[in-house]
């Protein structure tokens, strides 16, 4: 059998190689941290989770949830992992990044075959699969510029900031779940008007981290910093990030005015992210202006949010629907350099990577979910985007349309689900199951 070379080991390189490795296949795993660091991780683990801790909805009636159920059903490392170290949060999938990391490399180091090279790599071979993420380094940058000959394009993650739980102020909150699911698995922090309309006026004039001139480029929508949502109209917050809907103040059983989402990072109550306030303030600015939020008046900000690039290639020119390069065959791409945006959808890209290229050693026909499906239908949007191409995560508007036409919002999520997990299941019978 050959040995494949896989770049990258952050979720999308991990489960690539996992696929690989329980097929029977060796694997050269590089990843180049800690002897070169990104601008945004922290330590050299594998997939280690730097923007948020969350792998969004475990309902499986969302898009998100289906597409967990789907890799379960494939035998997806990430989700196993994940579920094993899950820490409270509600309706969603979210971990502590330290116990993920290690359970990552502890099913990985279970396979002899598996070879970890912690060194840069900056050469693409034949039988490679390249799932460097978006923080990919210029000099292997300039190594897919050069295969690809579509060049590079960037977008910008504004990461949120995390506190200590012991600097919350707990009289100014409360915990509780929106409209009572899940759990009191979030800590909720109130703003009444004045104190909401403050912060605002506050957040639009503080001061942002300058971007050097090839960094002022549009802000990919998808993680947008909060002080941009807050530049789009005075009240934009209250109806994105901060809405009240669902919440009720236990002190005096009201609706706040606004209201800032905490959701712990750890199994051990002691780190709470800031939930959707990913943003560029300088650190400076995010200290005064986010203890403006009375709970954290006195906030010990553990990480503060930063902003910075994101790399991805052209994927419907340069990929077909199995992340195999169109020009090469035995070159895959996975992850979010691929064109798919998401934790979960990185996951999946790096499971077919791997799935589809054992097949192609093996003289295998190469596969792809029906579109049916939460997995196939992303997989077909990044090898067939004809408009201005970014990344893009799982959605139900990806799949084809429902024979039947549903006006109930949640009876059409519904539909698409059990149609999705019908397909899903024949497609796992008839080729994954061994």
Same mark, same amino acid.
């Given at each position: 059998? @050959?040995?494949?070379?896989?770049?990258?080991?952050?979720?999308?390189?991990? #489960?690539?190689?996992?696929?690989?490795?329980?097929?029977?296949?060796?694997?050269?795993?590089?990843?180049?941290?800690?002897?070169?660091?990104?601008?945004?991780?922290?330590?050299?683990?594998?997939?280690?989770?730097?923007?948020?801790?969350?792998?969004?909805?475990?309902?499986?009636?969302?898009?998100?949830?289906?597409?967990?159920?789907? %890799?379960?059903?494939?035998?997806?490392?990430?989700? &196993?992992?994940?579920?094993?170290?899950?820490?409270?949060?509600?309706? *969603?999938?979210?971990?502590?990044?330290?116990?993920?990391?290690?359970?990552?490399?502890?099913?990985?180091?279970?396979?002899?075959?598996?070879?970890?090279?912690?060194?840069?790599?900056?050469?693409?071979?034949?039988?490679?699969?390249?799932?460097?993420?978006?923080?990919?380094?210029?000099?292997?940058?300039?190594?897919?510029?050069?295969?690809?000959?579509?060049?590079?394009?960037?977008?910008?993650?504004?990461?949120?900031?995390?506190?200590?739980?012991?600097?919350?102020?707990?009289?100014?909150?409360?915990?509780?779940?929106?409209?009572?699911?899940?759990?009191?698995?979030?800590?909720?922090?109130?703003?009444?008007?004045?104190?909401?309309?403050?912060?605002?006026?506050?957040?639009?004039? +503080?001061?942002?981290?300058?971007?050097?001139?090839?960094?002022? &480029?549009?802000?990919?929508?998808?993680?947008?910093?909060? #002080?941009?949502?807050?530049? @789009?109209?005075?009240?934009?917050?209250?109806?994105?990030?901060?809405?009240?809907?669902?919440?009720?103040?236990?002190?005096?059983?009201?609706?706040?005015? *606004?209201?800032?989402?905490?959701? @712990?990072?750890?199994?051990?109550?002691? %780190?709470?992210?800031?939930?959707?306030?990913?943003?560029? %303030?300088?650190?400076?600015?995010?200290?005064?202006?986010?203890?403006?939020?009375?709970?954290?008046?006195?906030?010990?900000?553990?990480?503060?949010?930063?902003?910075?690039?994101?790399?991805?290639?052209? +994927?419907?020119?340069?990929?077909?629907?199995?992340?195999?390069? &169109?020009?090469?065959?035995?070159?895959?791409?996975?992850?979010?350099?691929?064109?798919?945006?998401?934790?979960?959808?990185?996951?999946?890209?790096?499971?077919? +990577?791997?799935?589809?290229?054992?097949?192609?050693?093996?003289?295998?026909?190469? %596969?792809?979910?029906?579109?049916?499906?939460?997995?196939?239908?992303?997989?077909?949007?990044?090898?067939?985007?004809?408009?201005?191409?970014?990344?893009?995560?799982?959605?139900?508007?990806?799949?084809?349309?429902?024979?039947?036409?549903?006006?109930?919002?949640?009876?059409?999520?519904? *539909?698409?689900?059990?149609?999705?997990?019908? +397909?899903?299941? #024949?497609?796992?019978?008839?080729?994954?199951? #061994?």
């Amino acid at each position: 059998m @050959k040995k494949i070379k896989v770049i990258g080991g952050g979720l999308a390189g991990c #489960e690539a190689s996992y696929q690989l490795l329980k097929r029977g296949f060796a694997v050269d795993l590089y990843e180049m941290r800690p002897t070169v660091m990104t601008p945004i991780h922290k330590t050299g683990d594998l997939a280690e989770l730097v923007c948020s801790n969350s792998l969004k909805s475990m309902d499986e009636n969302t898009s998100q949830g289906l597409l967990k159920y789907e %890799l379960e059903l494939l035998d997806s490392l990430i989700i &196993k992992v994940a579920k094993a170290c899950k820490v409270p949060a509600g309706g *969603a999938l979210a971990v502590s990044r330290e116990e993920f990391s290690k359970g990552i490399y502890d099913e990985l180091a279970k396979y002899e075959k598996l070879n970890i090279i912690r060194e840069e790599c900056t050469s693409i071979d034949d039988y490679t699969i390249v799932a460097t993420g978006p923080l990919t380094s210029d000099s292997l940058t300039d190594a897919i510029k050069t295969l690809t000959g579509e060049g590079e394009l960037h977008f910008y993650d504004a990461v949120a900031p995390i506190v200590s739980r012991e600097s919350i102020d707990m009289n100014n909150a409360f915990y509780a779940g929106r409209y009572g699911k899940g759990g009191d698995d979030y800590l909720n922090l109130p703003l009444d008007e004045t104190q909401y309309y403050e912060f605002v006026d506050a957040l639009v004039k +503080a001061d942002r981290v300058i971007l050097k001139e090839f960094e002022k &480029k549009e802000i990919f929508s998808a993680c947008m910093p909060i #002080e941009e949502m807050a530049r @789009k109209g005075k009240d934009s917050l209250r109806f994105g990030p901060l809405k009240p809907v669902g919440l009720y103040n236990p002190k005096d059983n009201k609706r706040p005015f *606004a209201v800032v989402q905490l959701r @712990k990072e750890d199994n051990y109550d002691k %780190l709470y992210n800031l939930v959707g306030f990913q943003t560029n %303030l300088k650190f400076s600015e995010q200290a005064r202006v986010f203890k403006m939020i009375p709970a954290l008046s006195n906030a010990d900000f553990i990480r503060y949010g930063v902003m910075h690039r994101n790399t991805y290639i052209n +994927a419907p020119k340069v990929l077909d629907n199995t992340f195999a390069m &169109k020009e090469n065959n035995s070159i895959f791409f996975a992850g979010q350099i691929s064109g798919v945006e998401g934790y979960v959808e990185s996951a999946m890209s790096g499971l077919f +990577a791997g799935i589809n290229m054992a097949r192609l050693c093996n003289g295998e026909k190469l %596969l792809i979910p029906p579109i049916t499906t939460a997995c196939g239908s992303l997989m077909h949007y990044i090898s067939s985007s004809k408009k201005d191409f970014q990344p893009m995560h799982v959605s139900y508007s990806l799949m084809t349309e429902l024979d039947k036409r549903y006006r109930d919002k949640a009876k059409r999520r519904e *539909a698409y689900s059990n149609r999705a997990k019908k +397909a899903i299941k #024949e497609f796992v019978d008839r080729y994954i199951k #061994e």
